[in-house]
């Protein structure tokens, strides 16, 4: 961990200081509250999430309950500031918290997730105070969520060719377009929207902006008929001629793009831990039935091939965490965390598919039928390497760190 | 109406994990096995917080007796809601041998020299199941006990307990200072909200030692052998009820 640490401070350009040392430990053992919050997170999602994930999802019911549930822990909002009715905790612990409710229900985990760094996040990083109360306060109970809406159907990865415009007209923005995938939005109650605001600035002309729901203008497509999480509802965002008040536009003028990407970086660390949260689900699976299938004579835990396969998911599963702790940290200490984020992300979501794919395969036919969650954990992950950027764009962001490193 | 509450609190072997023998056969293997708090006494932590709410109660105190890790358990205890902790420092072959006889004489120390006017405990501990500490605690401080609640109201200064007995429900009127017992269905205990997990962090965890109570420790029970319960064995089918006596009747049975 030490050549972690010189080489983050040396590429970010600061002068060689030492991450205080209580970092260091923290990836060894976590600090006691940290503990005690992944502890009652995870009773939770043992006694409340797993026992109805498998209903939820054959359903694909908002778990409506449970998030209240979830906002009355403060987990809803675990960054958010106690004055603005948050839990007043770190990144750090909002990964845990992400982590262990996604081993339970990885649907409860991403409505968790969005309303946490995608929706309260850019608020509260470039709201005003005003913005703050109207923005924050309520969303921080369980009782409305919030989503993020930055995808087109005519752009993902392509972030920076919004077509949704938006226009000044006297003291209203009105806002025109349709924005696609959007995690949380048939069961919230606003959204961070992303809109051109001048077309010739290109992606320095975007803004971001506040949008009640319901409201006049807005609508929503049908809900996706999703392979995976299927108790978050995703669908499009129709605006049309849809008007907001000035007041409702989240920072400066053209900083969206800027707002999305810092959000999304952060966004990341929370996938990350969902899909964390995800592999260990389906590593737990996986051990537990080795131990209790017999074949030729034993449990199928004695043969090395199984062996073999569950020292790979162990691998791949702490491996990711262990990046994703790290980018939460730097987060948490206020040093460029980029990188980290990327890295967290990749790794993570590939160990989700890695790990529910060999544990299907552990299980045998038992992973292929609904009797066991194997198959939906398989089915969770798959969405982890696309959304919030994709594997490839991770990559890419990745290379764009380790190349500016070596800058001739 | 009760000024202080005092609640114990046992860390035990966490619920969900298999229990395994030690291979000297002395007591079951406790090292890296995972510990939490005791069910009932989640239950009983539960219903003092929840009087302190309602405003019958001044200060909860959670209280537990063991080495350096119970303070985890007193945390979890206040996260939860309860004010202070007290731990009762006991370690080594002390420990080892701590049972309920003891542990009520600590109590009932405690109580007297913090003024409390109700104890509530879990009814039992689910590693030991010796279902003693409260009516122990109760005769040692010649207070009246309401075991195996499933109800517990206050009535001026009068305590009303339902409790779970084997024929039903037995509704009984005590006077305090009390001492009460927790059953399942008392209430459910909450999860430890962030915030809470913040606070409890601040709150205040005074160590004491069984000596500074005038409490011995030394136990009038010896463990001479602990072995897991025997396999189940396969059983016999019989075709007809002269071959179950035959069969009975060659195993001495009848």
């Known amino acids: 961990p030490v050549h972690f640490t010189v080489l983050g401070l040396i590429q970010s350009g600061h002068l060689v200081r030492f991450i205080k040392s209580r970092s260091l430990t923290q990836l060894a053992e976590l600090p006691e509250l940290h503990q005690m919050l992944r502890q009652t997170c995870r009773d939770y999602a043992e006694k409340e999430l797993a026992p109805v994930a498998g209903q939820l999802d054959k359903n694909h019911t908002f778990p409506a309950k449970q998030v209240r549930e979830l906002g009355a822990m403060g987990v809803m909002a675990v960054e958010v500031p106690e004055s603005l009715g948050g839990a007043g905790m770190d990144y750090l612990a909002y990964s845990l918290a992400v982590e262990e409710l996604s081993r339970g229900c990885a649907s409860t985990g991403v409505?968790?997730?969005?309303?946490?760094?995608?929706?309260?996040?850019?608020?509260?990083?470039?709201?005003?105070?005003?913005?703050?109360?109207?923005?924050?306060?309520?969303?921080?109970?369980?009782?409305?969520?919030?989503?993020?809406?930055?995808?087109?159907?005519?752009?993902?990865?392509?972030?920076?060719?919004?077509?949704?415009?938006?226009?000044?007209?006297?003291?209203?923005?009105?806002?025109?377009?349709?924005?696609?995938?959007?995690?949380?939005?048939?069961?919230?109650?606003?959204?961070?929207?992303?809109?051109?605001?001048?077309?010739?600035?290109?992606?320095?002309?975007?803004?971001?902006?506040?949008?009640?729901?319901?409201?006049?203008?807005?609508?929503?497509?049908?809900?996706?008929?999703?392979?995976?999480?299927?108790?978050?509802?995703?669908?499009?965002?129709?605006?049309?001629?849809?008007?907001?008040?000035?007041?409702?536009?989240?920072?400066?003028?053209?900083?969206?793009?800027?707002?999305?990407?810092?959000?999304?970086?952060?966004?990341?660390?929370?996938?990350?831990?969902?899909?964390l949260g995800i592999a260990q689900a389906a590593l737990d699976c996986a051990a537990d039935y080795a131990h209790k299938r017999t074949a030729f004579g034993a449990p199928i835990a004695r043969l090395q091939a199984i062996q073999f396969k569950l020292a790979d998911m162990a691998v791949a599963l702490e491996s990711a965490r262990l990046l994703t702790w790290k980018a939460a940290m730097l987060r948490d200490a206020k040093k460029p965390y980029s990188k980290a984020a990327a890295m967290a992300k990749l790794a993570a979501s590939e160990a989700a598919t890695f790990v529910s794919h060999q544990a299907i395969q552990v299980l045998g036919g038992m992973g292929y039928v609904t009797d066991m969650p194997a198959e939906r954990h398989y089915r969770d992950a798959r969405i982890t390497e696309i959304y919030e950027g994709t594997s490839e764009i991770q990559r890419l962001v990745i290379a764009n760190q380790v190349l500016k490193e070596y800058q001739q | 109406m009760a000024?202080?509450?005092?609640?114990?609190?046992?860390?035990?072997?966490?619920?969900?994990?298999?229990?395994?023998?030690?291979?000297?056969?002395?007591?079951?293997?406790?090292?890296?096995?995972?510990?939490?708090?005791?069910?009932?006494?989640?239950?009983?932590?539960?219903?003092?917080?929840?009087?302190?709410?309602?405003?019958?109660?001044?200060?909860?105190?959670?209280?537990?007796?063991?080495?350096?890790?119970?303070?985890?358990?007193?945390?979890?205890?206040?996260?939860?809601?309860?004010?202070?902790?007290?731990?009762?420092?006991?370690?080594?072959?002390?420990?080892?041998?701590?049972?309920?006889?003891?542990?009520?004489?600590?109590?009932?120390?405690?109580?007297?020299?913090?003024?409390?006017?109700?104890?509530?405990?879990?009814?039992?501990?689910?590693?030991?199941d010796c279902n003693q500490t409260g009516q122990m605690t109760a005769a040692l401080l010649d207070w009246p006990q309401g075991t195996f609640a499933s109800e517990v109201a206050v009535e001026g200064d009068k305590l009303k307990v339902i409790r779970e007995v084997d024929g039903g429900l037995e509704t009984i009127k005590i006077n305090l200072p009390a001492v009460v017992t927790a059953d399942l269905r008392l209430n459910t205990p909450r999860y430890a909200t962030l915030p809470n997990i913040m606070k409890a962090k601040k709150k205040k965890i005074t160590n004491v030692k069984p000596g500074d109570l005038g409490v011995d420790l030394t136990s009038r029970l010896e463990v001479l052998r602990v072995d897991e319960p025997p396999q189940r064995q396969a059983g016999v089918k019989v075709e007809t009820v002269e071959d179950l006596v035959g069969k009975l009747k060659e195993a001495g049975r009848i």
């Open chain 1, 111 to 275: 409505i968790v997730s969005v309303n946490n760094s995608l929706y309260l996040g850019p608020v509260l990083a470039f709201g005003t105070e005003e913005q703050k109360q109207q923005w924050i306060s309520p969303f921080t109970t369980g009782e409305k969520v919030g989503c993020f809406a930055l995808s087109e159907p005519g752009n993902g990865s392509d972030a920076g060719a919004a077509s949704t415009l938006a226009r000044q007209e006297g003291d209203e923005w009105v806002l025109n377009g349709t924005k696609a995938w959007i995690t949380n939005c048939w069961d919230a109650s606003a959204a961070v929207v992303f809109a051109t605001t001048d077309k010739s600035l290109k992606h320095k002309g975007i803004s971001a902006f506040l949008v009640p729901m319901p409201h006049p203008g807005l609508s929503l497509g049908k809900k996706e008929d999703k392979l995976g999480i299927r108790a978050s509802s995703t669908a499009n965002l129709i605006l049309e001629d849809c008007r907001i008040p000035l007041g409702n536009l989240l920072g400066q003028r053209g900083m969206g793009f800027k707002i999305g990407m810092q959000t999304l970086d952060s966004g990341r660390i929370g996938i990350a831990s969902q899909a």
């Open chain 2, 3 to 128: 000024a202080r509450v005092l609640v114990g609190v046992k860390r035990v072997i966490d619920y969900a994990v298999k229990i395994r023998v030690k291979p000297d056969n002395t007591g079951v293997v406790t090292d890296g096995v995972k510990h939490s708090m005791n069910p009932f006494c989640e239950i009983a932590v539960e219903e003092a917080v929840r009087l302190k709410e309602k405003k019958l109660v001044k200060e909860v105190v959670a209280v537990s007796c063991g080495p350096q890790q119970v303070q985890e358990t007193i945390r979890t205890a206040l996260a939860m809601g309860a004010d202070r902790g007290i731990h009762v420092e006991v370690s080594g072959k002390d420990y080892d041998s701590l049972g309920p006889l003891q542990v009520s004489k600590i109590l009932a120390a405690l109580a007297k020299k913090e003024e409390a006017s109700l104890i509530i405990l879990g009814k039992q501990a689910i590693d030991d």
